[in-house]
């Protein structure tokens, strides 16, 4: 079973960066997306950012301009956020997905999550 393991959360002031990362423990066929979610407390789970195979790229509108997703060119099945001036409304828990579609069937893959806490 194919694992995503997150790095990168944790506590920062206002203002600051973070970059989060996520790598699959295996080599996983048929990448169509590869994204990020968070999820803040009494909320549901949004999407921040994605990034196809082709290197399109989608954000929120609440990152768009500050956070920047990308992919390790190298090692396929990784896939960074990087989030600069930070606020504390960016506080969650901030989940990987790697979405793959292979003869129209979709299946989705998930981590753990890592949080992200930003103090004021």
């Known amino acids: 079973q194919v694992q995503l393991v997150e790095s990168g959360g944790g506590l920062v002031q206002a203002g600051g960066s973070l970059r989060l990362s996520c790598a699959a423990s295996?080599?996983?066929?048929?990448?169509?997306?590869m994204a990020w979610y968070r999820q803040a407390p009494g909320k549901q789970r949004e999407l921040v950012a994605s990034i196809t195979t082709g290197g399109s790229t989608n954000y929120a509108d609440s990152v768009k301009g500050r956070f920047t997703i990308s992919r390790d060119n190298n090692a396929k099945n990784t896939v960074y956020l990087h989030m600069n001036s930070l606020k504390p409304e960016d506080t969650a828990v901030y989940h990987c997905n790697v979405r793959t579609t292979i003869l129209r069937s979709t299946n989705d893959y998930w981590g753990q999550g890592t949080q992200v806490t930003v103090s004021s």
């Open positions: 295996a080599t996983i066929f048929g990448i169509s997306t």
